[in-house]
């Protein structure tokens, strides 16, 4: 690939993408112009490669084919403000920020620029990424194919409608804070009858890493996948009895709800 590629904001989301795309060796550390107003979020990158550190938002916009803004949602108004002007008609920007819309940040930077709306998960740190991408119309199949090529790199990708967005961010961009929630609490149990604290979370997290790997790889039903553990009057079904009187999956379900309501407050849907 030999877009230049921007990232303005290089926190935990920014870095992970960054760091997922140079790991897969798709795009050269070279072709990344990035900036960060905290100098301390691009010091540790420009130590291990070399990319492009540069002085301002607007520079980053000026050099980049595709821009990435991952800043918090309350400073992309300021960004977009700040690097309008820079943007050529051909720059694809995309912005990873919860519950700002495409049409919000076309009112900044203007309806015919392009513009992709994705919303991405922390795994794409291990590469293991889940995200959503939602063009804008000036985005060509082409720019889309590019773009999705770049968040590939650092995990699976669909393609949704705008308004499908508010559940991604629930099941996708929010969920793996639930997912290691889960996982502490599994070792906590596993601790309470012994273990040691290391070996707890290596059992927790792995079952977790090998039951989402069982279900993808093999296609199965996760309902399938639950009855295949739960040997008649064995162990496993005590504790499902337990989930089920403690409403654990009305808590789940009640927790993405809870990011939907949230996403669609901050689009100001609701
Ligand atoms: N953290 C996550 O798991 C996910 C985050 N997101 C979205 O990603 C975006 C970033 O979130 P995080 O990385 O978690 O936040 P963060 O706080 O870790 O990173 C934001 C970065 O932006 C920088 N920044 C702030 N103002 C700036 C400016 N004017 N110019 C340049 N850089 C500036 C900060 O110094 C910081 O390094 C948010 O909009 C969030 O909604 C989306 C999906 C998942
Ligand atoms: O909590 C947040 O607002 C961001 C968006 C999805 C995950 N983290």
Do not use: W
């Amino acid at each position: 690939m030999e877009q230049r590629i921007g990232f303005i904001g290089l926190g935990n989301m920014g870095s992970a993408i960054l760091q997922g795309i140079l790991a897969s060796q798709t795009v050269t550390a070279e072709q990344f112009y990035v900036y960060d107003i905290n100098p301390e979020a691009t010091d540790a990158l420009k130590q291990q490669y070399s990319i492009n550190v540069l002085e301002t938002a607007k520079d980053v916009a000026k050099e980049s084919d595709i821009v990435f803004i991952a800043v918090k949602p309350n400073n992309m108004s300021e960004i977009l403000t700040e690097i309008q002007k820079e943007l050529k008609k051909s720059t694809v920007v995309v912005s990873i920020a919860a519950g700002i819309t495409i049409k919000a940040i076309e009112a900044v930077i203007g309806y015919d620029q392009k513009i992709v709306r994705v919303m991405p998960n922390t795994p794409a740190l291990v590469n293991s990424a889940m995200c959503s991408i939602t063009p804008n119309t000036e985005v060509s199949a082409e720019e889309l194919l590019t773009v999705r090529a770049l968040l590939n790199c650092v995990g699976l990708t669909e393609v949704l409608p705008e308004y499908q967005v508010h559940s991604a961010t629930g099941v996708g961009g929010s969920a793996p804070a639930f997912v290691f929630m889960f996982i502490e609490a599994l070792a906590d149990g596993a601790v309470k009858g012994g273990m040691s604290r290391k070996q707890a979370y290596k059992f927790a997290a792995q079952t977790v890493l090998g039951s989402a790997k069982l279900m993808l790889d093999t296609g199965k039903h996760p309902g399938e996948l639950k009855d295949m553990v739960c040997s008649p009057g064995g162990t496993t079904i005590d504790g499902v009895q337990v989930l089920e009187e403690k409403a654990f999956r009305a808590a789940v379900i009640d927790a993405v709800e809870a990011c939907i309501n949230r996403s669609k407050m901050l689009s100001g849907e609701k």
